[in-house]
T-cell receptor
Framework: AQKVTQAQTEISVVEKEDVTLDCVYE???????LFWYKQPPSGELVFLIR??????QNEISGRYSWNFQKSTSSFNFTITASQVVDSAVYFC????????????FGTGTSLTVIP | GAVVSQHPSRVICKSGTSVKIECRSL??????MFWYRQFPKQSLMLMAT?????????EQGVEKDKFLINHASLTLSTLTVTSAHPEDSSFYIC??????????????FGPGTRLLVL
């Protein structure tokens, strides 16, 4: 099974600051996927990104960017110019490509953006 | 995108009663659905994998007789918490994979069901 470590349990930033959420994963699979989900206070999980292990290009989507470093098994997530609406719990989750599609989530990082 | 619904969104019940939670894929078929549980300020923990037409696969430590799962069709899985107790109070979330080839890795989550057992 995969394992993920999100070392930052809670982060607080002031609005408009940039913030990076760390994610380190462990897997024995050669093919896998990496996901980030956002869970706002309402509880519903919001899909942010899915990255194939063969694609090491960094990705930017608006204020969001992701840095995938396969050599260090990290898939960090940066929010630029944070906003209050970004306040949520963020989960990084690896998914094996050749087994069941169930997630084993890490502890998540709770982000609070202070106005 | 694909939509997964859950019903009810929240439920309060008395200790000892059973509660059924439905998970539906609204615009796609799903041979596999997953049930997760999340206690306050904790992560989501996988409870079981629901397979259409066959028995569910439970994670270690999850009582299959207490959390009954039925996946009777390609769009519906139900989780029944039998003889619920206050410690079963939690946020239950389901997810589903579209049956379409190439989309197997994409999971869509339901909005969750908050269960409070008094």
């Amino acid at each position: 099974a995969q394992k993920v470590t999100q070392a930052q349990t809670e982060i607080s930033v002031v609005e408009k600051e940039d913030v990076t959420l760390d994610c380190v994963y462990e897997t024995r699979d050669t093919t896998y996927y990496l996901f980030w989900y956002k869970q706002p206070p309402s509880g519903e999980l919001v899909f942010l990104i899915r990255r194939n292990s063969f694609d090491e290009q960094n990705e930017i989507s608006g204020r969001y960017s992701w840095n995938f470093q396969k050599s260090t098994s990290s898939f960090n997530f940066t929010i630029t110019a944070s906003q209050v609406v970004d306040s949520a719990v963020y989960f990084c989750a690896p998914l094996a490509g050749n087994t069941g599609n169930q997630f084993y989530f890490g502890t998540g990082t709770s982000l609070t953006v202070i106005p | 995108g694909a939509v997964v619904s859950q019903h009810p969104s929240r439920v309060i019940c008395k200790s000892g009663t059973s509660v059924k939670i439905e998970c539906r894929s609204l615009d796609f078929q799903a041979t596999t659905m997953f049930w997760y549980r999340q206690f306050p300020k904790q992560s989501l923990m996988l409870m079981a994998t629901s397979n259409e037409g066959s028995k569910a696969t439970y994670e270690q430590g999850v009582e299959k007789d207490k959390f009954l799962i039925n996946h009777a069709s390609l769009t519906l899985s139900t989780l029944t918490v039998t003889s619920a107790h206050p410690e079963d109070s939690s946020f239950y979330i389901c997810s589903a994979n579209p049956q379409v080839a190439g989309a197997q890795e994409t999971q869509y989550f339901g909005p969750g069901t908050r269960l409070l057992v008094l």
